[in-house]
């Protein structure tokens, strides 16, 4: 596995918007899914609530660099709130705390790992840090003991699948084309099989 490069470059900035721009249009088109699950009823809706936390994990998991998944979460809850969230500046008061409890993780990781247990732990962290907006906000406090154990049990999931998984199989898939090679340096092992 590759090495991380210590700082964002420009290049890595600007990819990292692009991708966080189109994640934060996918969040726009999300709140109606969201709502739309909202009626079922028993928290099922937090199933799909790690669908706000993806950009972090993707844009980690492509450029590999500190400071990624912080920036990735902001811009993307920035393209949000600019598309007209219904949610409105909230959205970007999440985007921060979510970024910093993901970005926290890959920290605690020493930037080293890029797989999908590091990026469902990420999603997870940045489902606590969501919950703790919640429980600020003050509305967690209108449910029993019982719903908010669905809420919170059914949003951690929900992180692990789309904001883990997701990313994952996502990023695996972008690989497969060969196109996340302009996004990273060419390691030893590169040079050597093109001289074979």
Same mark, same amino acid.
């Given at each position: ?6 700082? +964002? ?12 721009? !189109? ?26 609530? &790690? ?16 400071? !990624?998944?912080?920036?990735? @979460? ?5 393209? @949000?709130?600019?598309?007209?969230? #219904?949610?409105? /500046? ?9 970024? /910093?409890?993901? @970005?926290?993780?890959?920290? &605690?990781? =020493? ?17 606590? &840090? ?17 719903? !908010?154990? +669905?809420?919170?049990?059914? =949003?951690?999931?929900?992180?692990? +699948? +789309? ?25 030893? #092992? ?7």
């Amino acid at each position: 596995m590759r090495r991380m490069k210590r700082g +964002l470059k420009l290049t890595d900035i600007l990819v990292t918007i692009v991708i966080s721009l !189109v994640f934060g249009i996918i969040y726009k088109i999300w709140g109606p899914v969201y709502s739309l699950l909202t009626p079922l009823g028993l928290q099922i809706q937090e199933l799909s609530y &790690g669908m706000w936390f993806i950009a972090a994990s993707v844009a980690y998991l492509l450029i590999r660099k500190a400071g !990624v998944a912080f920036l990735a @979460e902001v811009a993307a809850a920035s393209g @949000e709130f600019l598309v007209g969230s #219904e949610y409105g /500046l909230m959205v970007l008061v999440y985007g921060v705390v979510q970024g /910093l409890f993901a @970005e926290a993780v890959f920290m &605690g990781f =020493r930037y080293k790992k890029f797989d999908v247990m590091v990026v469902s732990i990420a999603g997870v962290a940045a489902a606590i &840090g969501s919950l703790l907006m919640d429980l600020f906000r003050g509305y967690l406090f209108d449910y029993v003991w019982w719903n !908010v154990t +669905l809420l919170i049990s059914f =949003r951690i999931i929900g992180a692990i +699948l +789309l904001s883990g998984v997701l990313a994952n199989v996502l990023v695996k898939a972008l690989e497969a084309t060969g196109v996340t090679s302009l996004l990273r340096p060419a390691s030893k #092992e590169d040079f050597d099989s093109l001289r074979q």
